[in-house]
């Protein structure tokens, strides 16, 4: 079945530390989204891909960078720039037939 | 300036009755789409109904009705029958722009109403 997977489930990072989220979508979809979730918040987008080799800047991209090497990934680096990064991350695909989503990875700062 | 608005951060409805989720939103844009999309505790985003700007009726899928009153700019969610399975966090969100056009097309979110259904 054709979807979207997000590894790890959860994660913990320390102080100082980059991790990167991994995307992966086998949907042949062409735009990629990452968002954040804080607890009991929408989702605020982060980064978004319209196709490969080409990304572009959401509302909240600052201490976050990405890559679109290939068209079925989409990883998301969450870097030591960035001050709060515990929250739920969601990746997403847009095609003709509307928007799927990843199951999400948690992210905890320890 | 929120483009989405949700302003029940929670509601409370007994299981078997019909129960209204409030959304409204502002655009600038004659085309865009709106969701909604159940969330529930695992953090999967469920998707339950879609309206498009210029659709002449009302979307159901269901249980679930979108309430779509353009010129109030609002897009409530009806479901009926609520089931205890509903209880779940509920998310209205918009895309601007339509099918053909270019740009982000990214999902803007409201914050969120969490429905408790109660046996």
């Known amino acids: 079945d054709g979807g979207i997977t997000q590894s790890p489930k959860y994660l913990f990072r320390k102080e100082g530390q980059n991790v990167t989220l991994s995307c992966e979508q086998n949907?042949?979809?062409?735009?990629m989204y990452w968002y954040r979730q804080d607890p009991g918040q929408g989702l605020r987008l982060i980064y978004y891909?319209?196709?490969?080799?080409?990304?572009q800047k959401g509302d909240i991209a600052e201490g976050y960078s990405v890559s679109r090497e290939k068209k079925e990934s989409f990883p998301l680096t969450v870097t030591s720039a960035q001050k709060n990064p515990t929250a739920f991350y969601l990746c997403a695909s847009r095609g003709n037939y509307g928007y799927t989503f990843g199951s999400g990875t948690r992210l905890t700062v320890v | 300036a929120q483009k989405i608005t949700q302003t029940q951060p929670g509601m409370f409805v007994q299981e078997k009755e019909a129960v209204t989720l409030d959304c409204t939103y502002d655009t600038s844009d004659p085309s865009y789409g709106l969701f909604w999309y159940k969330q529930p505790s695992s953090g999967e985003m469920i998707f339950l109904i879609y309206q498009g700007s210029y659709d002449q009726q009302n979307a159901t899928e269901g249980r679930y009705s979108l309430n779509f009153q353009k010129a109030r700019k609002s897009a409530n969610l009806v479901i009926s029958a609520s089931q205890l399975g509903d209880s779940a966090m509920y998310f209205c969100a918009m895309r601007e722009g339509g099918p053909g056009d270019t740009g982000r097309r990214a999902l803007t979110f409201g914050s969120g109403t969490r429905l408790q259904v109660q046996p």
């Open positions: 949907l042949n979809h062409d735009a």
């Open positions: 891909s319209q196709i490969v080799n080409d990304f």
